[in-house]
């Protein structure tokens, strides 16, 4: 028997190939992932290996976690299956969620459908969630400086060199890999695309980067002037060995960079871009003077939220998955798990302070987006967890806002409802 693990492919292609299929079937008593106070919500796994029970020399592991920091570890024979039962008393949050490994071969890396783990969660009274902590006084007062900060620095595009569009997209696109002037020592760099089209105006998309150190991306449309830059205003298109280079070297841990005090946090200058981007959009003489959409998933999702509260020009917002919610989770009563980069517990050599991350956690900047938001969840994501995010999600004032739960999605995006609108926005736009 074969032992190749399955990777970012189909089970279909895989079985043709002769390869190994492994899974866990994922059961819950819960259809939508909510739960009332005191339910007893039923989760079954059950691995199985090209669809058929899964042979013995596997290991089912994880761990089951409820609110209040009730954690239980998982790790029983595959063949068997595990059930449990998840039920939490108050608002909150519990899930199970597993891997297999095998015990004859436990370096060997299996990928369940793409992923790491698989399992199922649920949320009690969302509704009723609440910040770890209150918001600095002088929010509002921080922000503005920084903003004064990047208007000290004139608006100039630094390059602007256009590049092979990606194909298929020739005949309705042109793409230029951009460089524009920013606060910080690094400027806004990414991929614009632009319609060649010159007949009507456009709706810009704003798209922004997760974690990592990588080039960004190009997305060029036909009824949508594009713009995606990375994370960290640095080269696009590069080798391999340069991203590398930089997430070992200057980039290396970038989330503790600056970290003890708030006027250097490394996040500072990635949001600047992210308004100066915007800035540049509205410059753009093929822009219709009205849509800007901004989105992205994670870490980009973080930025999203940013620009959707920071930049009042902003008419849609999608975030899937957002980071940087609910720093301050772990030190609650409850003892929620923190939003990545989890300041309180990954960055403890670092002495990382409230009075320093509560000016970057999203939970403060949910309560001034007022445009139109989407936002998913998934309710087995240990990196950005879902009562966290719902918590934010409460505060924000917008009458035409929008949560996604999804029961068994880890850390991986999914904002079907976010995608749709984006559509609607493009579509309705080429209409005018």
Known sequence: MKKISLFLLSACAVLLSGADVFEIKVESTSRTGLAAPGEKVTVKL??????????????????????????????????????????????????????????????????????????????????????????????????????????????????KKQIPVRKGAEKYAVTYDMKISCAGKRPVSGYLSVPLDKSRKYPVILGVDGAGVFSSWQLPAPNAIRFNINAHGILNGQPKKYYADLSKGELRSYVRIGSAKRE??????????????????????EWNGKDIIVTGSS????????????????????????????????????????????????????????????????????????????????????????NGIYAMYNLIPSK??????????????????????????????AKK
């Open 46 to 159: 059950t691995p199985t290996l090209n669809g058929k029970p899964i042979p013995a020399g596997y290991t089912l592991t994880g761990k089951i976690w409820q609110d209040g920091g009730a954690e239980k570890k998982v790790k029983v024979p595959a063949e068997k299956g595990f059930t449990t039962v998840l039920s939490s008393d108050k608002p909150g949050w519990a899930f199970v969620r597993a891997s297999l490994l095998n015990a004859k071969n436990p370096k060997q890396k299996i990928v369940l459908s793409g992923r790491n783990y698989r399992g199922s969660g649920i949320l009690v009274e969302p509704e009723k969630l609440v910040p770890a902590r209150p918001e600095p006084a002088d929010f509002d007062k921080f922000w503005d400086s920084c903003k004064a900060e990047l208007a000290k620095v004139p608006l100039k595009v630094l390059e």
């Open 299 to 386: 870490q980009g999702g973080a930025q999203t939220l940013f620009a959707a509260a920071m930049d009042k020009d902003v008419t849609l917002a999608s975030a899937t998955v957002p980071a940087m919610v609910d720093f301050a989770g772990t030190l609650a009563a409850n003892k929620r798990i923190s939003g990545w980069p989890k300041p309180y517990t990954a960055l403890k050599k670092d002495a990382a302070k409230p009075a320093v991350w509560d000016y970057f956690d999203m939970m403060n900047f949910g309560r001034r987006i007022k445009c139109p938001i989407y936002i998913s969840v998934g309710l087995i994501d240990g990196t950005c967890p879902p």
């Open 264 to 285: 250097t946090v490394y996040f500072k200058y990635m949001f600047l871009r992210v308004l100066r981007a915007l800035e540049y959009l509205k410059t753009l003489p």
């Open 400 to 429: 035409d806002k929008h949560i996604e739960l999804h029961r068994d999605m880890g850390h991986y995006g999914k904002n079907l409802k976010g995608g749709a609108a984006i559509s609607r926005a493009v579509q309705a736009a």
